[in-house]
């Protein structure tokens, strides 16, 4: 009889200690996927929820700026969507230009989820394709960098900068109303607005 305790109590110890195991190799395995966890991944995860209360995020930029963007499309190295809670004003974010963002407690479980995304066209287009897209189209755009405010159209893209033919923002690009052409280095972009 005392047997049958004994061997109760060992398998019960082999079974808590294999359980404790499996535990602690789980905690190790969402350490290691929290430790690859980019943010570009996180805002994602934001944008698959759909709901725009947990999509709209605090972001504060290398420039000391603060804005409020709700990403509606994501690339490789860029977000872009509407800014400051307006439907008119549309933006576009390099990650690099990000200082921090801020989370609200909702928002931070959502942001790490673990789903993989199905991969689209926009998360391998890199920021030189939309503004080269940008470009084509003539937008005027007002393009915030560390140290200056820049307004005006962008005429040409280069792999590392863009050329933005200086004018007023109300004023269609023409001739007599540039200012001048500005040569802007693709990593000092810390905001373009549309």
Do not use: Y
Request: proline share 4%.
């Amino acid at each position: 009889m005392r047997w049958d305790h004994l061997f109760d109590d060992l398998a019960g110890q082999l079974e808590h200690e294999l359980t404790a195991e499996e535990a602690d190799l789980q905690k190790e395995e969402e350490r290691l996927r929290l430790g690859r966890l980019g943010v570009r991944e996180r805002i994602v995860a934001l944008k698959r929820t759909r709901d725009h209360a947990l999509m709209e995020v605090a972001v504060t930029l290398r420039n000391g700026a603060r804005i409020r963007l709700e990403p509606m499309t994501v690339g490789r190295d860029w977000m872009a969507g509407d800014i400051d809670g307006r439907d008119d004003a549309q933006a576009v974010v390099p990650f690099d230009a990000i200082e921090s963002i801020t989370l609200r407690d909702e928002q931070i479980t959502p942001s790490l989820t673990p789903e993989e995304p199905k991969p689209d066209l926009s998360s391998r287009l890199g920021l030189p394709f939309l503004l080269r897209d940008l470009c084509r189209r003539r937008v005027a755009v007002r393009i915030d960098t560390v140290s200056s405010s820049l307004t005006g159209t962008i005429d040409r893209v280069g792999r590392d900068h863009l050329d933005l033919a200086e004018h007023d923002l109300d004023t269609p690009r023409r001739r007599d109303v540039v200012r001048g052409v500005r040569l802007v280095r693709l990593d000092q972009v810390v905001v373009l607005r549309l």
